[in-house]
């Protein structure tokens, strides 16, 4: 799988979009780009994932650069609710098993 | 729907002595995990089931821990004995067969003293 790099953390105050970005120059062609969150004192939680096009769901957006070198998560109005530890992960093809960095920390500031 | 669910919740234990947690995935998901995640750390996978069968214990550290899941459905991850390095949160998640999409439950947070 291919390394992910994000920053340690960011702040963001609420109400105001949060662009989350992650690194991944070394993805290869049938590698999907998965980000999950992880709350205090909870599990993972599935946010969104993508291979080639963006993609939006309930929860958030997923921008994929053309080249697919990096990706950017996109939480259109945070919340204090979205206060969490994002994780950008890649991972396909037969192999399941979720490869883990530190992620990115988020702080959403009333 | 329910979701994954794992118990204990906390469990505090003197080293050596020995230790399970049980997991109940979400109905009709037949793929299970095992993850450890230590303090500041993403979880590390241990063990992953397509049903019955282990396909993938590749982390799992033999000498001490073991895993079962009968029936398919419900799972145990065992330690015997426990060190102190051994603490740590344990994490269970289910999936339906095929699907990147895991669903974590709440974890089992282990202290070895």
Partial sequence: DAKTTQPNSMESNEEEPVHLPCNHST?????????????????PEYVIHGLTSNVNNRMASLAIA??????TLILHRATLRDAAVYYCICHGGSNYKL??????LLTVNP | EAGVVQS??????????????????ISGHNTLYWYRQNLGQGPELLIRYENEEAVDDSQLPKDRFSAERLKGVDSTL????????????????SSLAGSYEQYFGPGTRLTVT
């Fill in chain 2, 8 to 25: 204990p919740r906390y469990k505090i234990i003197e080293k050596k002595q020995p230790v399970a947690f049980w997991c109940n995935p």
């Fill in chain 1, 27 to 43: 993805i290869s062609g049938t590698d999907y780009i998965h980000w999950y969150r992880q709350l205090p004192s909870q599990g």
């Fill in chain 1, 99 to 104: 490869t883990f960095g530190k992620g990115t």
């Fill in chain 1, 66 to 71: 053309e080249d697919r070198k990096s990706s």
């Fill in chain 2, 78 to 93: 065992k330690i015997q004995p426990a060190e102190l390095g051994d603490s740590a949160v344990y994490l269970c998640a």
